[in-house]
């Protein structure tokens, strides 16, 4: 019991670096690298490039994955950050943090995650904390996509003169088709520079043929612990729903990520893409978008789109096809 209150429990910390004081709340439930990112949060120095120091704590600041339980922290003492802000925006692509492949968990370890008042505690903080700043407004009516970018809309590990070249094709046109049943939300593991400058490389801001809603980064997502796998991160949809409840809610939702525990915390909506790699090889013949903008649009019909089975979205889109011929 004293463990479990140990661990919910909030604990603001005092970070200094450049010579000014930061303050960040965590809980004893966060690991270092979410430590890294509330510290992120108020510095920009990305969580990569911060060194933090500490009394009594040794290298243990360098583990990303130990809880901060395990470590004798206390508001009365200040840390120390040492780091710098990036200002070279070109971020070398195999800087982004997807090193592990993906993994399944087992359903029922999942609905325990997505159950846990651990996770839900830590998704009401991320709420609280992370604002969700709108390009475009919300438009009534509309359902809502969630888009991941690495391997789903962007071969990031590839090189390339022109990241045109790396771009999953069809990209233009499957947005484009689906802006018209839906709100378009960018929500990338990366940083915010980077995402921006991805998503103006490729095209996709200030398109003249649909909008982008809002873009979010790895700012806005949480740690969740799982028994057979560790810590990892997951994309929790609770945070927009939460701020845009007139909009948008777990029935009208749907995130497409090449990462199936992306969407631990909400498995009803998440659809796993198949990734787009070595993008030279597969840019000649990779049609997944424009097979999944008529799954989309074919469900964009019904009024809960959370009881479908979205991994099974390519024989809905056949039967769909087949009842229409015959009809
Ligand atoms: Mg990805």
Redesign the pocket.
Known sequence: MASSSMSEEELTLTVRWSGKDHTVRVCGDDTVGELKRRICEVTNVLPKRQKLLYPKVGSKLSDDTLLLSQLPLKSSVKMTMVGTVEDDIIVDPVDAP?IIDDFELGEKEAVDIKDKEVNKQKLRRRIDQYKIKLLNPCREGKKLLVL?????LFDHRSTAENPLELMRPYLHEFLTAVYAEYDIVIW??TSMKWVELKMGQLGVLGNPNYKITAMLDHLAMITVQSDSRGIFDCKPLGLIWAQFPEFYSPKNTIMF???RR?FVMNPQNGLTIR?FRKAHANRGSDQELVKLTQYLLAIAELSDMSVLDHGKWESFTEDNVKRRRHS
């Open positions: 997807e991941d970018i690495d391997y789903t990338s593991a990520d090449d990462f992306n990734p």
